[in-house]
């Protein structure tokens, strides 16, 4: 599994020339117009990008507004495309237990945001520590499944070679003067199978991962993945059976400054995590 890739450096790209376009006079014109002024020109197209952008607005406020009549449901989206999720004020889950949140509602939308929490968890970095691990699956994996997973994470999370190779002590924890930073970010999820009792969700995703700080060799890194949860209805929640991996899609980097390593350090104690909801 990689940690981070490499951005492909944009700072040498050329702003294209400015092309002129003239447009055919109209025939009743008697006499030649003189040309339009470019910032004329420019104001108009300004203008009718706002007024198509109040437009837009206005219709979604409308749509939202009315009472959900005449619209699709979040359980399913139109055309089998992705569906962004209108605020319901309802609670995206009943309870948390050990931190992680639980109580999701069998429908499909529960159990898109179910995939989305338990990849959070899976890949945070109480999964580095061997009584918290334990927590996590047996948290948000199928009690069939738990007891074996469990073991596999604990054959790969106890490795001293990989444990070295990524900064940490054998214990998994940070050096001295060093933050470990390992997150899941989704971005979005998309239901690719439900039966009522099953269902499988793909969660697409940001993982940052890395040592923060000044002395740091190993310093924080963005990489994007999806995973594919096979879920099953058990003890009043969806819980994992199996799961599959695969990197991207991966957008294109900007040229931003990357951060200071105190920087990026100070930002990971400052900024906490969400419970997601589809």
């Not at 005449?70 to 989206?77: E, P």
């Not at 999720?85 to 995206?92: I, L, N, R, S």
């Not at 009522?196 to 993945?225: H, I």
């Not at 930002?267 to 589809?278: K, M, S």
């Amino acid at each position: 599994m990689s940690y981070g890739d490499d951005y492909e450096d944009t700072s040498a790209r050329r702003i294209p020339a400015r092309t002129r376009t003239r447009l055919p006079e109209q025939e009743e014109s008697a006499s030649r117009r003189p040309p339009s002024s470019p910032r004329r020109n420019v104001a108009t197209i300004l203008g009718v990008v706002v007024v198509l952008l109040a437009a837009i607005a206005f219709a979604n406020r409308s749509t939202d507004g009315d009472g959900g009549s005449g619209g699709s449901t979040g359980d399913s989206a139109p055309d089998g495309g992705a569906q962004a999720t209108a605020p319901t004020g309802e609670q995206p889950v009943d309870d948390a237990f050990n931190g992680i949140p639980t109580g999701h509602a069998q429908t499909e939308q529960g159990a898109q945001s179910a995939a989305a929490n338990y990849a959070v968890a899976l890949g945070g970095v109480e999964m580095f520590n061997a009584q918290q691990r334990q927590t996590i699956v047996d948290t948000v994996y199928a009690p069939d499944a738990a007891g074996d997973r469990v073991d596999e994470y604990n054959a790969a999370y106890s490795d001293p070679d990989f444990l070295s190779r990524i900064g940490l002590t054998e214990a998994g924890a940070a050096p001295d003067g060093l933050t470990f930073v390992s997150r899941t970010i989704p971005v979005g999820t998309s239901i690719t199978g439900f039966s009522g009792d099953t269902a499988s969700v793909s969660v697409w995703y940001s993982s940052l991962f890395g040592l923060a700080g000044a002395d740091s060799r190993n310093p924080v890194t963005e990489s994007w993945y999806t995973n594919t949860y096979d879920l099953v209805w058990v003890e009043d929640d969806w819980r994992i059976t199996d799961f599959t991996q695969e990197d991207g899609p991966v957008p294109v980097g900007r040229d931003q400054r990357a951060s200071t390593a105190e920087e990026m350090a100070d930002a990971i104690e400052q900024f906490g995590g969400f419970t997601y909801a589809r």
